[in-house]
């Protein structure tokens, strides 16, 4: 078995872990939250990480009352003139894989001493350079992957993200919501693996466009990097409606569209998944939808939560467990991906 094998498909265990955690962390986040003293809320990070921040700010925007932005680590980092009084004040949380990488430490180093921001970092590293520099750190050790791509480790700081903008806004349902998609993410791997696998490894496309909108557009975004690591194949994201006006021309017969539904719209949505068929994609749907309605090689059911956002957890698991079986079926060690680095250093 592949490590990376194992660091997706059991995942679970991890989820249910970290709720506890959290769950056993609350009073000490909430104190902290209390006495910070900020004045908005930041989420920074690089590669995947930025990604699920894209996400997270969204998602804290929604439920209002907090001025949220979220930007790439290496951004704060080389521009910080353009961002220091923006950033006066705030509260950054910063979720990272390795606590170790260089922008993310630089930034919040550079913006802590210069702007009085106070910091969460979100690691699976213990005793890490980044929580070393942060007044609050969530350590979890536990979901900490061997493998070159965060899979189970990015579930899990999605859902960490979530669990404390669920703190920052009272809202408790959000976190109930989280423990049950913890609880609930077992009988989803055991209902999709197979298929998935299939779709993996149909060896019928060799690039893949991911497609969403709103809390999810970041989540899949994280997704799509997972599938590019760990295949070394073209990849690429786009909102939906916007995939006409960007990549639309990059889409034939080796195209997979994995298409994640929003289930505001069906009938847009209907017309440009027929664009793609047309063009010789083939799709995939990611919804809320029981029935393959758009006539979709294959559609995952996502489970029913209020808070869109907690549906990104079995999502994300959606697209890790295709990047693992394309790999597998290629011919590539998913362990080791594209050989690119687990983090960087500059």
């Known amino acids: 078995m592949f490590k990376t094998e194992d660091e997706i498909f059991s995942q679970h265990m991890s989820l249910r872990q970290t709720c506890a955690y959290l769950q056993g962390e609350e009073m000490n986040i909430k104190d ?34 907090l001025t949220t ?30 606590g170790q990488t260089s922008e993310v430490l630089t930034a919040v180093q550079r913006y802590r001493q210069e702007s009085g921001a106070q910091t969460i970092s979100v690691c699976p590293q213990k005793g890490s350079k980044l929580s070393d520099v942060s007044d609050l750190s969530l350590e979890l050790p536990w979901i900490y992957d061997d493998s070159a791509t965060a899979t189970r480790s990015a579930t899990n700081i999605y859902l960490t993200n979530l ?84 990549i639309i021309g990059q889409v034939d017969q080796r195209t997979l569209a994995i298409v994640v539904v929003s289930p505001l719209d069906d009938a847009y949505q209907g017309v440009l998944l027929h664009e793609l068929s047309k063009r010789g994609a083939q799709i995939m749907t990611i919804s809320s939808k029981k029935d393959n309605i758009f006539g979709a090689e294959l559609n995952v059911t996502l489970p029913e939560y209020q808070n869109y956002g907690v549906r990104g ?34």
């Open 32 to 65: 902290f939250l209390g006495i910070s003293g900020f004045f908005s809320v930041t989420f920074t990070g690089c590669g995947m990480m930025y990604a699920l921040c894209k996400s997270a700010e969204l998602s804290l925007k929604i439920r209002g009352g």
């Open 69 to 98: 932005m979220s930007y790439a680590s290496g951004d704060l980092m080389l521009n910080a003139e353009y961002y220091r009084d923006m950033l006066n004040g705030t509260l950054m949380i910063v979720p990272s894989r390795s």
């Open 163 to 246: 669990y404390i903008i669920g703190l920052l806004s009272g809202d408790l349902l959000l976190i109930d919501e989280l423990r049950k998609a913890a609880d609930n993410q077992e009988q989803f791997i055991q209902k999709y693996a197979a298929e998935l696998e299939g779709i993996g490894q149909s060896g019928t496309w060799d690039k893949i466009m991911v497609i969403a909108d709103g809390e999810l557009a970041g989540v899949a975004q994280a997704g799509m990097i997972a599938i590019g690591r760990m295949c070394g194949i073209p990849t690429v994201f786009s909102n939906i409606l916007d995939v006409r006006h960007s």
């Open 313 to 346: 957890i079995p999502l994300l698991f959606s697209l890790q467990a295709i990047a693992y079986n394309k790999a597998v079926s290629d011919g590539k060690n998913p362990d080791i991906g594209d050989g690119s680095p687990a983090w960087v250093r500059l």
